[in-house]
Structure formats: C-alpha cells, structure tokens
C-alpha cells in the first residue's frame, strides 16, 4: 500500500521560506508520477509540480516557476518542494500525491482525478 506523508508547513511571513517534505512508501514501480498540489477552502485542488520517478521535474504551474523548486531523492523515494519568497496567496494545504505512471503528462498537473494516492497534507500560511 502507498503511503505519503507531508510535513514541513508552517507559518511564516511575507517574503520568507519553507521546504516541504512528502515521505513515500510502498511505492514499488519503476515508473511513477509524484506531485505537489495545494488547495485553499472552497477551491479546488491545483496542481504545483509534477516529478518524474527518476527525479525529472516536468511542469511548474505559473505562479510557482522561479519561486519553488522540487526534487526527488530517488533512494529514499522522498520528494521535496522548496518554497522561496512566499506570498499570502500561497497560504494553503499542500498536498503530495502519486501516480503509477510512465512519467507525467501535462495532465497530471491539471487534473487531481489522475492520482491514486494523497497524503493528508501540510499547512502553510504566510502572512502579510
């Protein structure tokens, strides 16, 4: 069974930093698909970033590119979402979620259906 685990969110000011952390396990495919998404009360889930199995970041949303950056320790299967220069806007749960996939499409950043696995999330609340 699949498992994901985020932690690292916090509160901070506006202009600060955080590093996420999304702990996998169980992931046993050569192949997958993990992503950061985030979701704010009375919206939908939005994707982040998607990385490929072997640590290739396929797509940012907009408003992430030059701020966040993500990687992959690929031995310990552990993904991780630096988030610089943080604005109110990003305050949000974020969430880690995986794919048994090739690798990811444009569409696993736009459709959160494309997941099997969420972790429960970490907030993050940036304040002005």
């Known amino acids: 069974q699949v498992q994901l685990l985020e932690s690292g969110g916090d509160s901070v000011r506006f202009g600060g930093s955080l590093r996420l952390s999304c702990e996998t396990s169980?992931?046993?495919?050569?192949?997958?698909?993990l992503a950061w998404f985030r979701q704010v009360p009375g919206k939908e889930r939005e994707g982040v970033v998607t990385?490929?199995?072997?640590?290739?970041?396929?797509m940012y949303a907009g408003y992430a590119k030059g701020r966040f950056t993500a990687s992959l320790d690929t031995v310990s299967k552990t993904l991780y979402l630096q988030m610089n220069n943080l604005k109110p806007d990003d305050s949000a749960v974020y969430y880690c979620?995986?794919?048994?996939?090739?690798?990811?499409?444009?569409?696993?950043?736009?459709?959160?259906?494309?997941?099997?696995?969420w972790g429960r999330g970490t907030q993050v609340t940036v304040s002005s």
């Open positions: 169980g992931i046993t495919e050569n192949f997958y698909c």
């Open positions: 979620a995986a794919d048994a996939a090739t690798f990811c499409w444009p569409k696993h950043l736009t459709r959160a259906s494309e997941y099997d696995y």
């Open positions: 990385v490929d199995g072997d640590g290739a970041v396929r």
